[in-house]
T-cell receptor, first 111, second 116 residues
């Protein structure tokens, strides 16, 4: 079983839709969870990070962690064409602070 | 916010030559930098972790003699791909930790290397 699982998609939604992106993980000891956005041929950009369980909101983005289910989510409200990118979840494994990456989900928001 | 500058953004080189990629933290001191490799439609693969003033720690399967990493100062790390071959063609990305937001893990914009 992989440490982090993420459906690569692709996911295609109309402009204005609510987007839900998800990852599951295997190790219940993981504490720090991150979401990155990566545009084509660019480096990843940190969107959100959360510690332990709960929700965190930043503008149109909400990150959610459910440690009991080992499930992390990123919600995008009122999605825009500029949100079209690949979204990667990442977990700080705590071992030399290395990040464990999901495969990334490709999102297309159509005008 | 923290900014990491990576150069060049793309490079084409002949097989057998060496290529150096630079990664600079512009407004913070990066005690640790990470080098990743990414193939098309795949996630990031950590190649090595470098700490300022010490040898890099390479991930299993990464040839340290082929991918030379130098982190000589708190703002600069370099990755040199030695004797490059077409199979080394990839997207290389650096990441730095050490900004005000410890969980920034700020990334450079990446370098697309093509070996012909």
């Amino acid at each position: 079983q992989k440490e982090v699982e993420q459906d690569p998609g692709p996911l295609s939604v109309p402009e204005g839709a609510i987007v839900s992106l998800n990852c599951t993980y295997s190790n219940s000891a993981f504490q720090y969870f991150m979401w990155y956005r990566q545009y084509s041929r660019k480096g990843p950009e940190l969107l959100m990070y959360t510690y332990s369980s709960g929700n965190k909101e930043d503008g149109r983005f909400t990150a959610q962690v459910d440690k009991s289910s080992k499930y992390i989510s990123l919600f995008i409200r009122d999605s825009q064409p500029s949100d079209s990118a690949t979204y990667l979840c990442a977990i700080d494994a705590g071992n030399n602070r290395k990040l464990i990456w999901g495969l990334g989900t490709s999102l297309a928001v159509n005008p | 916010g923290a900014v990491v500058s990576q150069h060049p953004s793309w490079v084409i080189c002949k097989s057998g030559t060496s290529v150096k990629i630079e990664c600079r933290s512009l407004d913070f001191q990066a005690t640790t930098m990470f080098w990743y490799r990414q193939f098309p439609k795949q996630s990031l693969m950590l190649m090595a972790t470098s700490n300022e003033g010490s040898k890099a720690t390479y991930e299993q399967g990464v040839e340290k003699d082929k991918f030379l990493i130098n982190h000589a100062s708190l703002t600069l790390s370099t990755l040199t791909v030695t004797s490059a071959h077409p199979e080394d063609s990839s997207f290389y990305i650096c990441s730095a930790r050490g900004g005000a937001d410890d969980y920034g893990y700020t990334f450079g914009s990446g370098t697309r290397l093509t070996v012909v």
